[in-house]
Structure formats: structure tokens, C-alpha cells
């Protein structure tokens, strides 16, 4: 063994004590606690990068498809992440958000905006053609996530095409049948 | 006022007059609504059949009108409710709660002020329209000193009396249901009201009435009434229809009255409001949106006097 893996087992050996109680210290000495020795995934180092990249909540989430609920827990494990069996997937994310201090507010602040375009459109088709192009409305999690920002009321099974469609009538048809029936007042 | 029937009108104008006298305001409440649900929700059936036979309902106030011309003052009609201004009373409250009240033959009343619209010249048909629709305001002009607030409940119509009520009024609430035929007939009841409006002050102009000031009723707000909540919030179907209204820049009130069949359904046997009494959880949250309600309502008004 080189001096400086000696080194390193060292430090590491030093680390690990410290880490301890005094109650887990005695408890390991007289033999009633143990260590466990459990190497790290590498599929999940390459996916912890990944997360890492993530820029909000749901990112996080998509960057986490296809992995079960066992999985997203080992990777918590891997970042010393307090993570529950009881947990939902979504308590999961945002304690990975958590810990790699993402936060949700920026793709929410640009969902806003397009919102808040959206409420500006005066006919459908100018509206649809704004929504088809935006980037942030790429999957149906996405226009979903727009319709609840508008309050408007879908049924997630539909298709996006949709559930787009359902958001226009909401937000622009709704307000050109009122113009019609308010007529010049 | 709302053209849809069973939107809350009764109830809202029940609970927000009471509230109102509650905190110490004297309240008139006027029933134009031939159901007469609003009279009998304070007066019970025996002596509602009184003062049909004293003639003292609004329906026969427009029965002296059509049938003999005559001018009699709505000071004649009024009473004091007795369960409620008792109820008051023991709440140690000031205010006071007086009623007009309907009569179920009301309906019959506004086909025979229609008839009354007519003439043979267009002066003779600008009078007759001012002079009928005018019956309630110039009467009301009389007695409005009298009172810190007159709450008109309407009928789900637009007709005559409808009318009446509008043009006597300087305000009206909206309440709607949260669904889709509501939301579009907010629209339809603004664009009638604007052109009653511009109608009402063009003839008035042009008849000898020029000393009446013109009529401007302004909308304070649309109720949303009927809520149900999940987990705190309207339900998402409700949500979507108070996002359309709220996107509308129509005024709306941010006090909503929620759905409750088992609180509202019963109050009106007892001659007291919901608003007025002691009750379980569900009691007290009702409770907390009317004051809520009638807190923004005065707010609104104390505004609009203002600018």
C-alpha cells in the first residue's frame, strides 16, 4: 500500500470515528454495532450528475425516468439524503432539489410569463400558434402544468393537442363569447 | 340581481341585509320576486295571509297604481319583522331589519304595467315609459333618508318590476354560480342593464321628468355562490369558470358563499338567517364569508362614494 493510500484510509478511519456518537463509539467497541460496507452505484453517480445539471423541480424529475421509487431512494442514500420508504416520488424530488439548493421558482416564473402572454392573445389562432412554439411546453406534464397555473379545468387523459385546444377556449374563447354577447359596452 | 334562478339571490340578500342590521345599520329589504321566498323567510305564512288581506304587499302598492292612478307612499307597506329584530334586539344590536314583502300574484302585475307602456303619440310613450319604469324610484326617493341601506331582491328576470328595481337602485350584486351558462349570462345581464340604462336617461331627457337626475346603477361585484371546496380551495371545475371572471375584468367580490343544502335550506322556516345563527363549524365558516362578504361590500362603496 502507497503512503498516500495509507493516508487516505486513514483519514478516512479518522473521518468515520468522528462521525460517531459516543453511544455508537462504545456500542461498536463492545461488539454489540457494526459496520456495513456498501459500494456506490455507478449508475447512479452518472444519474446524480445528471441531477445535478437540473435547474428546477422538474427537471429533477425528468432527469429521474424510469427509475422506481427504490431507485430514487438509493440515489437519495448516495447523497446522505433522509430519505423514507413512505416517501412519494414527489417528497423525493423536492428533497433532492433540496439538497442541491434547486429551486422551483424559475421555470414557474417563466411559465408565468407565457401565461401571462397567453392572456393577452386576442383569437385562438394566434394563441395556438404561441403555445405550439414554446419550448417550456414541450411534454403533456408541462401543458398540464400550464393549465393548472391558468385554473383551467382538464382531464389528463387527453391527449395534448387537447388539453392545448381546452386552455385556448378557456382563456381566449371564453372572453371573445363575453365580447360577443357584451357587444359595444 | 341575476336573470338565473336559484343562483342564491334570496339567500345573499337574506343574510347580507341581516348582517348589515346586525352591525347596527337600519335595513330595508324590498321582495319583488313573485316567489316571495324572501318575505316568507322572515314572516311566517299566517301572517304574510294578514297583510295580503290588509293589502299591504307590494303587489297591491302596483295595484293602486294601475287600477286608480294613485301615488300611495311605501311607508304603508313596511313592517318589522319580529323574530329577527327580536334576535337582534337580543344581541344587543342597534340596527334594525325592515321588509317589504311579495306577493305571489306579483307575476300577474307585470303584464298589466306593460300595457300601461303604450300611447298614441311618442311623447304619450316616452311619459308612460318613464312613469312606469320611475313607479319604485320616485317612491323610494321618499323614504331613502329614512335608511342606511335598501337591499331589492329581483326576480330571475328581466321584466318590468326588474326594471323598476334597476332604475331605483345606485348599485347591484351579481350572484352567480361557477359554471359555464352562469359565467356567459353575467354578460348577458350587463348588456341589458347598459341599454335600460341609456334608454331610460334618453327618455327621461326628453319628457318633463328633467329634474330627476339620470340613473347610473353600477355593478359592485359578482357573488360566486355555491362553492364546494376541496382541501381548502374551490373545487378545479369551479376554479376555471372564477379564473374566466376574474380575467374578464368584470368586479367581482373575493368573499365567495359556499354550497351547503343541509344550512341554507332550513334557516328560512326558522324567520332568521344563517348569519344570525349559533352554530356548529360549518355554521361559524359560513358565518365568517357573509361578514367577509359584507365587509368587502361596504369597502366597495364606501370607494365608489369616494371617487
Given amino acids: 500500500m502507497s503512503k498516500n493510500e495509507t493516508q487516505a484510509l486513514f483519514e478516512l478511519i479518522t473521518k468515520f470515528i468522528h462521525s460517531l456518537s459516543e453511544e455508537q463509539y462504545r456500542s461498536l467497541i463492545s461488539g454489540k454495532g457494526k459496520i456495513e460496507f456498501k459500494e456506490n452505484n455507478q449508475g447512479d453517480d452518472k444519474r446524480i450528475e445528471k441531477i445535478k445539471k437540473s435547474r428546477t423541480i422538474r427537471e429533477v424529475e425528468r432527469n429521474c425516468t424510469g427509475m422506481l421509487k427504490k431507485d430514487i431512494i438509493s440515489v437519495c442514500e448516495s447523497l446522505k439524503i433522509d430519505a423514507k420508504k413512505r416517501d412519494t416520488k414527489k417528497v423525493l424530488f423536492q428533497k433532492i432539489a433540496a439538497h442541491f439548493q434547486i429551486k422551483d421558482e424559475n421555470e414557474d416564473d417563466e411559465l408565468i410569463k407565457v401565461k401571462e402572454t397567453l392572456q393577452k392573445f386576442k383569437s385562438p389562432e394566434e394563441a395556438k400558434e404561441y403555445l405550439t412554439n414554446q419550448q417550456l411546453l414541450k411534454t403533456k406534464k408541462d401543458i398540464i402544468h400550464l393549465a393548472k397555473l391558468l385554473d383551467v379545468y382538464i382531464n389528463p387523459k387527453h391527449t395534448k393537442t387537447m388539453i392545448l385546444n381546452r386552455i385556448i377556449e378557456s382563456v381566449i374563447g371564453s372572453q371573445l363569447s363575453a365580447q360577443a354577447i357584451r357587444g359595444g359596452t | ?307
Fill in chain 2, 1 to 307: 340581481m341575476n336573470y338565473k334562478g336559484g343562483v342564491g339571490k334570496t339567500t345573499l340578500s337574506a343574510n347580507v341585509a341581516a348582517e348589515m342590521a346586525y352591525r347596527g345599520l337600519e335595513v330595508l329589504l324590498i321582495d319583488l320576486d313573485p316567489q316571495a321566498n324572501l318575505t316568507l323567510s322572515f314572516v311566517s305564512i299566517d301572517d304574510w295571509k294578514a297583510l295580503d288581506r290588509q293589502e299591504r304587499t307590494i303587489k297591491h302598492w302596483y295595484d293602486q297604481y294601475l287600477d286608480y292612478n294613485h301615488d300611495i307612499s311605501l311607508k304603508e307597506l313596511i313592517i318589522t319583522p319580529t323574530r329577527l329584530n327580536e334576535k337582534l334586539a337580543q344581541s344587543r344590536s342597534s340596527g334594525r331589519l325592515d321588509l317589504i314583502c311579495s306577493h305571489l300574484e306579483l307575476v300577474e302585475v307585470d303584464m298589466e304595467l306593460s300595457s300601461k307602456l303604450g300611447g298614441h303619440t311618442d311623447r304619450a310613450i316616452r311619459n308612460n315609459y318613464v312613469n312606469v319604469l320611475s313607479r319604485l324610484r320616485f317612491k323610494l326617493e321618499e323614504i331613502k333618508e329614512d335608511y342606511d341601506m335598501i337591499i331589492v331582491d329581483c326576480p330571475p328576470n328581466f321584466n318590468l318590476i326588474t326594471q323598476n328595481a334597476i332604475v331605483s337602485s345606485d348599485y347591484y350584486l351579481v350572484p352567480a354560480r361557477t359554471d359555464y351558462l352562469s359565467t356567459l349570462g353575467i354578460n348577458t345581464l350587463l348588456k341589458h342593464v347598459d341599454t335600460l340604462k341609456k334608454k331610460y336617461n334618453q327618455h327621461l331627457h326628453e319628457t318633463n321628468h328633467r329634474h330627476m337626475p339620470p340613473i347610473s346603477p353600477q355593478m359592485l361585484g359578482i357573488v360566486f355562490t355555491m362553492v364546494s371546496y376541496h382541501k381548502g380551495v374551490p373545487i378545479s371545475a369551479q376554479r376555471e369558470y372564477i379564473a374566466q371572471v376574474k380575467r374578464s375584468r368584470l368586479p367581482f367580490f373575493n368573499s365567495y358563499l359556499r354550497e351547503n343544502k343541509s344550512l341554507f335550506a332550513s334557516a328560512p322556516e326558522t324567520g332568521i338567517p344563517v348569519i344570525l345563527h349559533q352554530g356548529n363549524i360549518q355554521q361559524k365558516k359560513i358565518k365568517w364569508e357573509i361578514r367577509a362578504l359584507v365587509d368587502e361590500v361596504l369597502h366597495t362603496m364606501k370607494a365608489k362614494v369616494r371617487s
